[in-house]
């Protein structure tokens, strides 16, 4: 593989990257603050 076919491939592969990065951080984001909203609104959350 020389330089162009590597640059190549990473510019296919950035768009699905960036897609999987927000929607992992979204989920995550969502596991997170769920409990957290559980807890201040009920007190204890067991999980």
């Known amino acids: 593989m020389n330089n162009d076919d590597i640059k190549s491939a990473s510019r296919k592969a950035m768009p699905k990257f960036i897609l999987l990065t927000l929607i992992s951080t979204a ?4 596991v997170g603050y769920i409990p957290a909203g559980l807890v201040r609104l009920g007190g204890r959350c067991r999980l």
């Not at 989920?27 to 969502?30: E, V």
């Open 27 to 30: 989920i995550g984001g969502a």
